[in-house]
């Protein structure tokens, strides 16, 4: 049995390669699982984020193998990837039941600017860009830095690897803003001074605008900054044609995978035999609405908001009161993106409390009324009586940039925030029950998991993020009482 690196009464966390971590786990023995896997695309050079390991479909069977019948997946993807991770989840034997999408405001374009590209391209030589390329390359080797160490000073994923190139579709050449800094830490020469002002001049600077966040190389002691980069003109008629025009759109969303290990018979009777294989609706509902329950009634008939129906009848037996808020939906919004999203829908009042809806299909009121999701076919709502931002439909997850440890210099890149995976966890987890998170990263689902009152079993592989994990791990917990 592979020994915890750390364990106690309701966290144990592995070091190592998590298929084989969970080839001794149990099987049928855990009732949730709420992972964070790479995306795939190589971020910052990250080894970690491009290995394949998130669309190992052996890996997702053994996740299979350990979850209870009737549990819970939930996996976060990248938008360009998540595809063939739901392929694979889908392939190891689980029923994809839904997506999420993780909304938020904080994402950044990174697009090539086609016109500034062309311009860049003009006059020059070939053998101008190969020189510089081959330079940079010399001075990293000997400096004894990978392309990963380079591309982690600017927070690129493949910088370096384009300045280096030898072939006419790459071989680009810095900014003059990174090749400052280049100059500066690989001792670059003189020679290219001229090659990349000359570049940069080509072009009018009109404005200037924030760029991305600038990374200092681990163990500095300077802050991240970020950049301020020049907005300038087309310099040449091939470029003012494409002016505007980019190679990718704003993140704005990151979707989740949510999938379900089949159940043993009904759901009634798995959830009574397992404990699994429901989701948690009250305990996660969109909170924030009044103190009030709701009703339906057949059209044309009418029902206080504290009645029921049973078939064609209607009886005089109170209705569960879920004044605690609307109906959990599949997408996730950040703060950003709720006010945004405020902002342009304005004020959407609903009728007033108690006030039978007539004259619409009840379906266009889905997300203005509690109860709406059990209600028979051509019944008429009870509308809340609520008014505010369309933002209210949704749970709003809370980013935090206080969230993300940092240990001797090490911090994780993709850090999610705590609000949004205790909001998670607590979605798919059966009261004391315990959760699987194959990729711990910095810790942020099992901290979640301690919050929310769940036990929680952790693998990381990368052994630099094992100390942020115990950062997070001794930070003062109150758990939340489910």
Same mark, same amino acid.
């Given at each position: 049995?592979?020994?915890?690196?750390?364990?106690?009464?309701?966290?144990?966390?592995?070091?190592?390669?998590?298929?084989?971590?969970l080839k001794?786990?149990?099987?049928?023995?855990?009732?949730?699982?709420?992972?964070?896997?790479p995306?795939?695309?190589? @971020?910052?050079?990250?080894?970690?984020d491009?290995?394949?390991?998130?669309?190992?479909k052996?890996?997702?069977?053994?996740?299979?193998?350990?979850?209870?019948p009737?549990?819970h997946?939930?996996?976060?993807?990248?938008t360009r990837t998540?595809?063939?991770l739901?392929?694979?989840?889908?392939?190891?034997? @689980?029923?994809?039941?839904?997506?999420?999408a993780?909304?938020?405001?904080?994402?950044?374009?990174?697009s090539?600017d086609?016109?500034?590209a062309?311009?860049k391209?003009?006059?020059?030589?070939?053998?101008?860009?190969?020189?510089l390329?081959?330079?940079?390359?010399?001075?990293?080797?000997?400096?004894?830095?990978?392309h990963?160490?380079?591309?982690?000073?600017?927070?690129?994923r493949?910088?370096?690897?384009?300045?280096?190139?030898?072939?006419?579709?790459?071989?680009?050449?810095?900014?003059?803003?990174?090749?400052?800094v280049?100059?500066?830490?690989l001792?670059?020469?003189?020679?290219?001074?001229?090659?990349v002002?000359?570049?940069?001049?080509?072009?009018?600077?009109?404005?200037?605008?924030?760029?991305?966040?600038?990374?200092?190389?681990?163990?500095?002691?300077?802050?991240?900054?970020?950049?301020?980069?020049?907005?300038?003109?087309?310099?040449?008629?091939?470029?003012?044609?494409?002016?505007?025009?980019?190679?990718a759109?704003?993140?704005?969303h990151?979707?989740? =995978?949510?999938?379900?290990?089949?159940?043993?018979?009904?759901?009634?009777?798995?959830v009574q035999?397992?404990?699994?294989?429901?989701?948690?609706?009250?305990?996660?509902?969109?909170v924030?609405?009044?103190?009030?329950?709701?009703g339906?009634s057949?059209?044309?008939?009418?029902a206080?908001?504290?009645?029921?129906?049973?078939?064609?009848?209607?009886?005089?037996?109170p209705?569960?009161?879920?004044s605690?808020?609307r109906?959990?939906a599949?997408?996730i919004?950040?703060?950003?993106?709720?006010?945004?999203l405020?902002?342009?829908?304005?004020?959407?009042?609903?009728?007033?409390?108690?006030?039978?809806?007539?004259?619409?299909?009840?379906?266009?009121?889905?997300?203005?009324?509690?109860?709406?999701?059990?209600?028979?076919?051509?019944?008429?709502?009870i509308?809340?009586?609520?008014?505010?931002?369309?933002?209210r439909?949704?749970y709003?997850?809370?980013?935090d940039?206080?969230?993300?440890?940092r240990v001797d210099?090490?911090?994780?890149?993709?850090?999610?925030?705590?609000?949004?995976?205790?909001?998670?966890?607590?979605? =798919?987890?059966p009261?004391?029950?315990? =959760?699987l998170?194959?990729?711990?990263?910095?810790g942020?689902?099992?901290e979640?998991?301690?919050?929310?009152?769940f036990?929680?079993?952790?693998?990381?592989?990368?052994?630099d993020?094992?100390?942020?994990?115990?950062?997070?791990?001794?930070?003062?917990?109150?758990v939340?009482?489910?």
């Amino acid at each position: 049995m592979t020994e915890p690196y750390y364990s106690d009464e309701s966290v144990t966390l592995y070091h190592g390669d998590n298929r084989e971590v969970l080839k001794h786990l149990d099987a049928n023995s855990l009732d949730a699982c709420v992972t964070d896997p790479p995306y795939e695309l190589g @971020f910052m050079g990250r080894k970690w984020d491009a290995s394949g390991i998130a669309y190992d479909k052996y890996l997702w069977a053994e996740v299979w193998r350990v979850l209870k019948p009737g549990g819970h997946l939930l996996a976060f993807g990248g938008t360009r990837t998540w595809h063939r991770l739901a392929c694979a989840i889908e392939d190891a034997g @689980f029923e994809v039941r839904d997506s999420i999408a993780w909304m938020y405001g904080s994402g950044f374009p990174k697009s090539l600017d086609v016109s500034k590209a062309i311009d860049k391209a003009n006059g020059r030589k070939f053998e101008d860009r190969y020189a510089l390329g081959r330079h940079i390359k010399l001075r990293r080797i000997k400096c004894g830095l990978t392309h990963a160490n380079v591309n982690e000073w600017f927070g690129y994923r493949d910088g370096c690897q384009h300045w280096e190139r030898q072939d006419a579709s790459g071989a680009r050449v810095p900014t003059l803003a990174d090749y400052a800094v280049l100059k500066d830490r690989l001792g670059l020469s003189n020679e290219f001074d001229e090659l990349v002002n000359r570049i940069e001049a080509e072009r009018e600077v009109v404005g200037k605008r924030d760029g991305a966040e600038f990374v200092f190389a681990p163990g500095e002691s300077r802050t991240a900054e970020r950049l301020t980069l020049d907005i300038t003109a087309p310099a040449t008629p091939a470029a003012q044609q494409w002016q505007g025009w980019g190679t990718a759109l704003k993140p704005a969303h990151e979707p989740i =995978v949510v999938a379900r290990k089949p159940l043993t018979g009904t759901v009634a009777e798995n959830v009574q035999q397992w404990g699994t294989g429901a989701l948690n609706i009250d305990g996660c509902r969109i909170v924030g609405e009044p103190d009030r329950a709701s009703g339906w009634s057949k059209s044309g008939s009418k029902a206080g908001p504290n009645t029921s129906m049973s078939g064609d009848n209607y009886d005089r037996e109170p209705k569960p009161d879920h004044s605690a808020g609307r109906w959990p939906a599949n997408v996730i919004l950040d703060e950003s993106q709720s006010a945004e999203l405020d902002r342009q829908s304005g004020d959407r009042p609903t009728s007033k409390p108690g006030q039978v809806v007539r004259g619409r299909h009840p379906d266009e009121y889905a997300s203005e009324s509690i109860g709406a999701e059990t209600r028979p076919a051509g019944s008429v709502m009870i509308a809340y009586g609520d008014s505010g931002g369309a933002s209210r439909f949704f749970y709003t997850a809370k980013a935090d940039s206080s969230e993300r440890p940092r240990v001797d210099g090490v911090a994780h890149p993709t850090v999610k925030p705590l609000d949004l995976m205790r909001y998670l966890v607590r979605l =798919v987890t059966p009261p004391g029950g315990t =959760v699987l998170e194959p990729f711990a990263g910095s810790g942020t689902t099992l901290e979640a998991c301690i919050v929310e009152g769940f036990s929680v079993i952790g693998i990381e592989l990368t052994e630099d993020y094992l100390p942020l994990i115990m950062q997070r791990l001794s930070k003062p917990i109150e758990v939340t009482l489910l």
